[in-house]
């Protein structure tokens, strides 16, 4: 059976890929590319008929826990030894510089 891959393909699959090929490697790839496709090929023919699918590789469960509602949360503990806040958020100084303006300006 001959190769799928020609020139012709290896040219579009380069195009594709957004790689410029240099004309030396060409043969070198689609011997590589052809012995790829052979062992696909190969892999095709194995019988798996009687083999269980195998997702994972371990029996380990999930361990997170289970959202649910919290009472008795320390959100906002703090915010009072915040220099600053706003809107229930607490204020910083800027980190990067407004456009066309500095970080050391203020709002």
Do not use: C, W
Request: glycine letters at 10%.
């Amino acid at each position: 059976m001959s190769s799928p891959i020609n020139k012709e393909t290896l040219e579009y699959l380069a195009k594709l890929a957004r790689i410029k090929l240099d004309p030396e490697e060409e043969p070198k790839l689609l011997k590589d590319l052809t012995n790829i496709l052979e062992h696909f090929r190969e892999l095709q023919g194995i019988d798996t008929e009687n083999v269980k699918p195998f997702a994972g590789g371990t029996d380990l469960k999930n361990v997170f826990r289970e959202d649910g509602s919290r009472e008795n949360t320390d959100q906002g503990t703090g915010k009072e030894s915040f220099p600053e806040s706003k809107d229930g958020f607490l204020k910083i100084p800027p980190v990067f510089p407004a456009e066309g303006g500095s970080a050391s300006g203020g709002e």
